[in-house]
């Protein structure tokens, strides 16, 4: 059927049916396709020949209606939830009445495990290119945080096993709990809302992460983009402690530190304040000690000094005498007193010492000189 | 004092004691060094025993938030 417009003098204006109907044609001609979203305001009536619903962009929030045969859908047998995420197979269709784009779709199919870790690991390679898990942008933690932020579900394990892990290390901690939803449709937007919170926190020096297990969907929040790029961009150093040693979300790869359980993640947060008080008493002990050994070594400097200062005049005299005995020693080695001593004599003939029995007659006097006393004697026999 | 972290007071009590451990620091200086020493760790140790675990909950503003 051709769409005539009505004619106004040269202006061709068209009714609003044939203007829609004109589109819906014009709609008609695109290509079948998949279209991804979140389910919200699913409406199934027995009385109604379509069910409907909305599928929605959870990034940016944009919707589509979209319908579906009853028949088609009831046979699918998919008994869909609000919050899940679909992939739609049909075409643009324009619902003439009201001049309302949807889609009109074929088939519906759940997004299974498959196309989630497809997605997600399309998203761990895109931000690991952009340099989101380098390990160089991770952190150091706080080894004494003034207070530690806990982002957490209504999960009362995994809370309680963090806080009173936390409370035994460290009792002088402060703790500041931020409970928030953690699952299902909105959870993305509410964790980073808490993330934000603990953040803003004049105290938080760090913040855990803590969600106890659950089912690979029940932990895509937390690989969420929005939510994996707030991690990383939080101001102060967070602790991942998100589902089971198996399980890695991205917000676990983003994290500064990732902890296989709340307790773990307790035992990075804070120190064990037994040992800090140990390691404080040592560290007293090396200063009494260092500050004693400081004066001793002093006073010993000192005894030793004075020691030395009144030692002094007598070291001089012995230094003296030993010298003077030295010299007597040598004196006394040359002294023909000490040979006399062993047994020899000095024959002395007018007064000079004898040497030669040639140079002396019989009869003639000559003095003999011993170790001790001397004798005079008359020479009875040369032998020469 | 009371604005420095714990660490901050931690890590000064470490370079006084190494300062003194050095012992290039005059004996008068040492004795003030000493006396600082001591203050710092009591800090410390207060920081230590300062109060029973305190468990705050944030108010949950951003639960609905888009």
Same mark, same amino acid.
């Given at each position: 059927m051709k769409i005539a417009p009505l004619l106004y003098g040269d202006r061709k204006v068209y009714t609003v049916s044939s203007f829609n109907r004109g589109v819906a044609r014009y709609l008609g001609r695109l290509p079948d396709v998949w279209v991804e979203g979140e389910v919200t305001e699913l409406r199934r009536n027995q009385a109604w020949a379509n069910v409907f619903c909305t599928l929605k962009d959870p990034r940016t929030g944009a919707t589509l209606k979209v319908t579906i045969a009853r028949t088609a859908y009831d046979r699918l047998d998919l008994s869909l939830e609000e919050g899940e995420t679909v992939h739609a197979h049909g075409r643009a269709e324009l619902y003439e009445a009201r001049g309302e784009l949807g889609l009109r779709a074929i088939t519906i199919e759940r997004l299974g495990l498959g196309g989630h870790l497809l997605a997600l690991e399309q998203l761990k390679r895109k931000l690991a290119a952009e340099g989101l898990f380098a390990p160089e942008r991770k952190r150091r933690l706080p080894r004494v945080p003034r207070a530690i932020g806990v982002l957490t579900g209504a999960d009362a394990a995994a809370r309680g096993d963090l806080v009173s892990t936390i409370g035994t290390r460290f009792p002088a901690a402060r703790v500041v709990v931020c409970e928030t939803r953690v699952q299902g449709q909105g959870a993305p937007a509410a964790i980073i809302a808490a993330l934000r919170g603990l953040e803003a926190h004049a105290e938080v020096d760090v913040i855990v992460v803590a969600r106890?297990?659950?089912? =690979?969907?029940?932990?895509?929040? =937390?690989?969420?983009?929005?939510?994996?790029?707030?991690?990383?961009?939080?101001a102060v150093p967070v602790v991942s402690a998100v589902g089971h040693e198996q399980d890695t979300p991205l917000c676990d790869l983003a994290a500064d530190v990732r902890a296989a359980t709340p307790t773990a993640a307790a035992t990075l947060v804070v120190p064990d304040a037994g040992e800090l008080r140990a390691g404080l008493d040592a560290t007293r002990k090396r200063l009494e000690a260092s500050v004693r050994d400081r004066l001793e070594r002093r006073e010993q400097r000192l005894s030793v000094l004075s020691g030395r200062l009144r030692g002094s005049p007598r070291l001089l005299l012995e230094r003296r005498r030993a010298a003077v005995d030295h010299v007597g020693a040598r004196l006394q080695g040359v002294s023909p007193l000490a040979t006399l001593a062993r047994g020899y004599a000095i024959v002395r003939a007018s007064g000079e010492a004898l040497r030669d029995a040639s140079l002396i007659s019989p009869g003639e006097r000559i003095e003999i000189e011993l170790a001790s006393g001397s004798l005079g004697a008359r020479v009875d026999e040369v032998r020469p | 004092m009371s604005e420095q972290s714990f660490e901050e007071l931690q890590r000064e009590l470490e370079d006084v004691v190494a300062r003194l451990e050095r012992g290039d620091v005059p004996v008068d200086d040492a004795i003030a060094l000493f006396r600082r020493g001591e203050e710092l760790y009591r800090a410390c140790v207060a920081r230590l025993e300062a109060a029973e675990l305190r468990v705050e909950e944030l108010s949950r503003g951003g639960n609905e938030t888009q």
């Open positions: 106890g297990g659950g089912s =690979f969907e029940d932990l895509l929040p =937390f690989s969420n983009e929005a939510v994996v790029r707030a991690v990383a961009a939080c | -």
